[in-house]
């Protein structure tokens, strides 16, 4: 059992316990844990579910730049290539012995950096160059080449892959509790979002079938492929408008939230960038105010926000998406 899985249960474990005495305070004492942690559990299994009580993954802190001139690096990458199942520690007495001093922690920061940080990655270069030169290619460098090839969240152009999610704004006075559904295509960062009332199969498929497959329709794209979590919300409605619409549906692996980075990116610059500040600027009394709300942000995000991406080059989704000359003026 890893520690997560222990901490999962530990935290199923006070849950059920504050049920079975009926009294929060004395599992909570009785357990050695706080009333705000008890709560803040039930509000993650209520809204997500037992994975929900899963410890956050932490982003790892960036390490320092490195200190290795463009040479250095390139003779280290050249030595590993040469020699592909040395560790860092014999690179490192190699380098010594050639006049060029790295510790064996640097040469396996470099190597990481690039790629090549464990012996099969090395190897598999060494494959794919005596495949492409030479012809030797073994059954195992063709499916190492297929793996590589074929990657889980790819797409050259627009409609090939849509990814989507939804997320919980909150509970808000006069209006309710309130969910987001989130749309990304993985070619062009296109974003479309909708105000939900409720997150279910049925929001979700109403959300495909009224706004992402039309849209992708009058931009002269064929919608292939959607990429969702396996939440009960992209199930049995939302599965039956994907079949009607001739659509793929894929999900994530379970606890692999990272796989659907398109569209968890987008959920949060919507977040950081709008909601945050929307909420410190009006009081919304309606779920119209907040999707009138969400759908200029969005205008603005797609049409005229600058974008840095690798798929965008520069360039707005909605010039990737929609051509050059942009979104058409809407009759």
């Given at each position: 059992m890893t520690l997560e899985d222990r901490v999962l249960h530990f935290r199923l474990r006070v849950l059920q316990r504050a049920q079975e005495l009926g009294n929060v305070s004395a599992a909570c004492r009785e357990l050695g844990?706080?009333?705000?942690?008890?709560?803040?559990?039930?509000?993650?299994l209520v809204a997500y579910g037992v994975d929900g009580l899963r410890p956050r993954r932490k982003a790892a802190r960036p390490g320092r730049p490195s200190s290795l001139s463009p040479v250095q690096q390139r003779a280290i990458v050249a030595l590993a290539l040469a020699w592909p199942t040395w560790g860092p520690q014999r690179l490192s007495l190699q380098l010594a012995r050639q006049g060029m001093q790295v510790s064996p922690s640097t040469v396996w920061r470099t190597l990481r950096r690039v790629g090549l940080g464990r012996k099969e990655q090395r190897l598999l270069v060494l494959e794919r160059y005596s495949a492409d030169k030479v012809g030797l290619l073994t059954e195992r460098t063709r499916r190492n080449?297929?793996?590589?090839?074929?990657?889980?969240?790819?797409?050259?152009?627009?409609?090939?892959?849509?990814?989507?999610?939804?997320?919980?704004?909150?509970?808000?006075?006069?209006?309710?509790?309130?969910?987001?559904?989130?749309?990304?295509?993985?070619?062009?960062?296109?974003?479309?979002?909708?105000i939900i009332p409720a997150c279910d199969s049925r929001e979700a498929a109403r959300f495909l079938r009224e706004v992402v497959a039309p849209e992708c329709a009058r931009a002269g794209w064929k919608l292939r492929r959607v990429l969702t979590d396996g939440g009960s919300e992209f199930k049995g409605e939302f599965d039956r408008a994907c079949r009607d619409l001739k659509i793929l549906h894929t999900r994530t692996k379970p606890r692999h939230a990272w796989t659907n980075g398109f569209v968890e990116r987008l959920q949060g610059t919507i977040l950081r960038e709008h909601w945050r500040v929307e909420f410190r600027r009006r009081y919304f009394t309606s779920r119209a105010q907040l999707q009138s709300s969400l759908s200029g942000y969005l205008r603005f995000y797609n049409d005229q926000r600058p974008h840095q991406g690798y798929r965008t080059?520069?360039?707005?989704?909605?010039?990737?998406?929609?051509?050059?000359?942009?979104?058409?003026?809407?009759?």
């Open positions: 844990v706080s009333r705000t942690s008890f709560y803040r559990w039930k509000r993650r080449l297929k793996r590589r090839k074929d990657r889980h969240v790819q797409a050259s152009e627009p409609g090939q892959l849509v990814c989507l999610d939804t997320f919980y704004i909150g509970k808000l006075k006069g209006v309710g509790k309130v969910w987001q559904i989130t749309a990304c295509d993985a070619a062009s960062s296109y974003g479309w979002a909708r080059q520069g360039r707005t989704p909605s010039e990737v998406f929609w051509g050059v000359a942009g979104r058409p003026e809407e009759v």
